[in-house]
């Protein structure tokens, strides 16, 4: 792994991008930590150039990135246009797969289960990467139906593929979240550590949704978690561009704690 490998899908992913990498590949490397760790602007500026290149497996990649930085930010119908330019884009089984995810991702931000179900089935898992994003993504329809019973064993897998620290991160927090209601206990346990590995390793796309989500589990800190979860996710809308904070402004599935954006 070269060290922009290590960061973004391998146990670096703190590294500070202070200069922008020469090679395509490591820009498009770059903006994944970049964006994992909140610096949403500085990850849209290398991501958009990188979309317009002529069609090809790394424009895909980067269009994919750049619409899971918009969901993230609650702009699923903005990030869907993205994995559609991905979709078309790509012709290798890691576009496609990020591609094909991502849609299914948004068609549960959307609600519409049966189409996320079906995307999530054409998706070609290859890739450790892929069959870890393809269990998060099996595990959020669940819950979307309201069978958190089903989704556990996608989180499950999801978490013993995971082979990145980031991958772990988040598989524990989805994990978490399908263990609420059946293992509340262990459902606080797997948040915690994963908040707690999330701030250290300054992973704010991670630490307020780690944070709402112990608001839950942990009712009598549900103040301080609420806290913490505004402050990140405060962080992360400074960071932003105008569009990422227009969508999380106007975006029903982002909480309004962080206050005034600017």
Known sequence: MTTFEHAAFGDRPDLAIASVPPAPRERWLAAVVLGAQGHYARAATLLRALVDRAGDDLAALAAATLASHRRQLGGHAAARRLDAVALVAATGDEARADALLGLAADAVGAGRLTEARR???????TTWRARVRAGWVSAE?????????LARPHAEQALEEAQGTRHRIKSEIVLGATLTSSDPAMARK???RARDDATDLHLLSLVWPASLLLA??????????SQDAAIA?????????PRGRE????STWVPELAGPTG
Do not use: Y
């Not at 009712?219 to 978690?225: F, Q």
């Not at 996710?233 to 561009?241: G, K, N």
């Open 119 to 125: 995307l999530r089935d054409r998706v070609p898992r």
């Open 141 to 149: 329809i669940e819950l979307s139906a309201d069978r958190a019973e």
């Open 190 to 192: 797997l948040v915690t």
């Open 216 to 225: 839950q589990l942990d009712p009598d800190e549900a103040s301080t978690h």
């Open 233 to 241: 996710l405060h962080t992360v809308l400074r960071r932003a561009d």
């Open 247 to 250: 969508l999380a402004e106007r």
